[in-house]
């Protein structure tokens, strides 16, 4: 048999070794609950970049941009922008003659084309079907013109090659830049009027709203 004092000693030692282990269990329930944090903000994150992205170009998609318009318009009231918005020309036609996947890859490298016509700092977005919508922040009309016209410039000179068909085709874009008190749907709606003129006057040109 212990005697008081070792029995007293034996009580604390297991009491010592039980508030090691709940010591032990806590920390190992702190590393868990941050692992799962981490793991649920990683999909949060995911599920984010699948909302905001248009699944087969990987650009932007239009919910996306215009919220990245209304964040630009809160950090940056003062500045101008620009707007790009562009359409492929007769691109029912194209699907009508070479069939869905055909059309689907033209998309895919018309979107390919126009990024990297593009600075880091600009925004691009597939807004529908065939058109596209480019933001340049703190441009004004006359270069974003010449940006507009490489991009035609190089998309009229490509070749879309995809197993036995090859097709070039064209785009007509419209552009505006924004003036005092103009929100983002205002200056897209002018650089749009001015796509609109483009189509009406010919199509593969590019025409500006000043």
Same mark, same amino acid.
């Given at each position: ?76 009231? !003062?500045?101008?922008? $620009? ?9 029912? /036609?194209? =699907?009508? #003659? +070479? ?64 197993? !036995?068909?090859?097709? $070039? ?9 924004? /003036?005092? =008190?103009? #929100? +983002? ?26």
């Amino acid at each position: 048999m212990l005697s008081p004092y070792g029995f007293l000693a034996y009580v604390m030692s297991m009491m010592v070794s039980l508030a090691n282990k709940v010591l032990n269990l806590n920390d190992v329930l702190e590393i868990e609950v941050a692992q799962r944090t981490q793991d649920l903000e990683k999909a949060t994150q995911r599920l984010k970049i699948i909302a905001d992205t248009d699944m087969l170009t990987g650009l932007l998609n239009r919910q996306a941009l215009t919220e990245c318009m209304l964040s630009l318009a809160d950090t940056h009231i !003062d500045d101008c922008f $620009s707007v790009l918005v562009l359409d492929a020309d007769h691109f029912k /036609r194209l =699907n009508d #003659t +070479f069939g869905t996947k055909f059309g689907d890859f033209v998309l895919i490298e018309l979107a390919s084309i126009l990024a990297k016509n593009i600075g880091a700092k600009d925004f691009i977005a597939r807004w529908d079907s065939q058109a596209f919508v480019i933001v340049l922040p703190s441009m004004q009309i006359a270069k974003a013109e010449e940006v507009a016209e490489t991009i035609r410039t190089n998309v009229y000179r490509f070749n879309f090659e995809l197993e !036995d068909s090859s097709v $070039s085709m064209t785009i007509t874009i419209g552009v505006a830049t924004s /003036r005092d =008190n103009e #929100t +983002f749907d205002d200056v897209l709606d002018r650089a749009g009027q001015a796509l609109y003129e483009g189509k009406s006057s010919g199509r593969n040109k590019v025409v500006c709203d000043k």
